[in-house]
């Protein structure tokens, strides 16, 4: 309720009427800015003949990329299918550099407390070399360095029988593609779901109501058994194969292109989250490692059960930032000749003369990109934060 002093005050001296007047002062700076960009465009594009649309997307691509895992065929297909293979192509450098520069930063941010000297300051001098070096430069040594100059295939490197590198690409054992594959593979992630609420059911019950919880971690074991069985033997996995000197078929073949950059964004990107994950352990208590200690709790074991479970709720909001920079980065992948979104948008409004609409649907697609992977990071922060009673 108003008090009479409140009713008295000055307009001009009243802080609520301040706070709404700078906001709204604001937001007409911005739709004036706004507006003023949007005319100075439609007036150029009116005096260049061109009429403001999305219909080109219809229109014949009649150019090649490199690869595509949808189909597509320069003459046939229209600029929307060669957009929507470049967006395919990159959402598959995102999906595997966040999973596999996960991979990377927690390995050397643990790395950098390690007992053992070498790996210690083996992972701190990578971080230092691969923070200070500029990214585009990585990828060109990457693609230039490394695997342009990898043998030809008929002196190529060869490991297990079933791994191969030359300069056509990088050959990985896969399963068959087929409607099996698609049954079996969601048989593993319900086991995955199935597990999750099982894992958290069991700290419950250690947390709440002090129980061993071992029943449910034989379960937990036979469960992960299982998924590795329908993995292993299912799945029908194609090993690559050598059916005449230097040509490799069967598997799943990666190209240079695709190698190199999912190489330098997962190198680039794991040296900062491994200096996140550093920062995270560092934040927890030094009274943890030495409870643990006093427990006679091996060093390995408390790091897993006891100081990262706590570094986590730190680590969650920084990685969020470096999943969203990798997604953001891989748009360099047009210095390297792979053929992502961003570098098919380059040559669609160089054909079209369409660069304010090719500029938006690129602008439109990293940011639905970076929201969706802000939407999953929260998700997990909120499961990771203390809840308080």
Excluded: C
């Excluded at 700078?22 to 009116?46: C, F, R």
């Excluded at 409607?179 to 894992?199: C, K």
């Excluded at 033997?233 to 000197?245: G, I, K, T």
């Excluded at 953001?328 to 098919?344: C, E, H, P, T």
């Amino acid at each position: 309720m108003t008090t009479q002093n409140e009713a008295n005050i000055p307009l001009w001296r009243d802080e609520r009427f301040w706070k709404i007047a700078v906001q709204l002062i604001v937001l007409a700076i911005v739709v004036a800015i706004g507006s003023l960009l949007v005319h100075n465009v439609s007036v150029n594009m009116q005096r260049s003949g061109v009429v403001f649309g999305f219909r080109f997307l219809d229109s014949q691509a009649s150019f090649a990329i490199g690869e595509s895992i949808i189909p597509y065929n320069p003459a046939v297909d229209s600029y929307r299918q060669v957009m929507l293979a470049g967006l395919v192509n990159t959402l598959r450098v995102i999906v595997v550099g966040i999973i596999l520069t996960t991979i990377v930063g927690i390995l050397a941010g643990v790395a950098s407390f390690s007992e053992n000297w070498l790996l210690r300051k083996g992972s701190q001098v990578y971080v230092e070399v691969i923070r200070n070096t500029p990214l585009l430069l990585q990828l060109y040594f990457w693609y230039r360095a490394v695997f342009t100059k990898l043998p030809r295939p008929a002196d190529r490197l060869e490991f297990l029988n079933s791994f191969y590198l030359s300069n056509r690409g990088v050959f990985l054992p896969w399963p068959t593609v087929s409607w099996n594959l698609a049954i079996w593979a969601g048989v593993v992630v319900a086991i995955a779901i199935g597990a999750f609420f099982l894992w958290r059911w069991r700290i419950y019950l250690m947390v709440e109501q002090g129980q061993s919880g071992l029943n449910q971690l034989y379960i937990l074991w036979g469960l992960g058994i299982i998924a590795l069985l329908i993995i292993i033997f299912p799945f029908n996995w194609q090993v690559p194969q050598e059916v005449s000197p230097g040509n490799i078929q069967g598997g799943l073949r990666l190209t240079i292109e695709y190698s190199a950059l999912v190489t330098g964004l997962v190198v680039y990107t794991g040296a900062y989250i491994s200096e996140i994950v550093r920062a995270g352990i560092q934040s927890v208590a030094k009274g943890q490692w030495e409870a643990a200690r006093a427990l006679g709790i091996h060093s390995g074991l408390t790091m897993r059960l006891v100081v990262f479970p706590q570094a986590l709720r730190v680590m969650i909001p920084p990685l969020n930032s470096q999943y969203m920079n990798l997604a953001k980065n891989s748009s360099l992948a047009i210095a390297i000749g792979y053929a992502d979104i961003y570098s098919v948008a380059n040559t669609t409004y160089n054909q079209t003369g369409r660069p304010v609409e090719v500029m938006i649907i690129i602008m439109i697609t990293y940011l639905i990109i970076n929201l969706l992977i802000s939407v999953v990071m929260n998700q997990f922060n909120r499961i990771a934060q203390l809840r308080e009673r």
